[in-house]
């Protein structure tokens, strides 16, 4: 029963993934692009964290952690570049 609860939830997340790779392509704003982005980000480090707990490795726990410090990072930076972008102000 477990496996499958894994499994529905697997294919759940991978079907939001898509429909957010949607958003992210076709966003008007830059603003919808960026949560796509986010989205698509806190969606694969839940499949990741998912795996690591089915598996019972550590392995993808850390590959988890590392992939959400970098993502957040990540995600402030095009913010960052967004905001510059729209007020017109370059700071260098």
Do not use: N
Not at 71 to 81: D, E, K, N, Q
């Amino acid at each position: 029963m477990k496996h499958e609860i894994y499994l529905v939830t697997s294919w759940v997340f991978i079907i939001c993934i898509g429909l957010a790779i949607i958003r992210l392509l076709l966003g008007p704003l830059g603003a919808d692009r960026l949560v796509a982005l986010s989205v698509i980000s806190s969606l694969i480090l839940a499949l990741l964290v998912m795996f690591g707990t089915q598996e019972g490795r550590l392995l993808y726990l850390d590959v988890a952690l590392l992939y959400d410090v970098f993502g957040f990072l990540g995600i402030l930076a095009i913010a960052r570049f967004f905001k510059d972008k729209e007020s017109g102000d370059r700071r260098f």
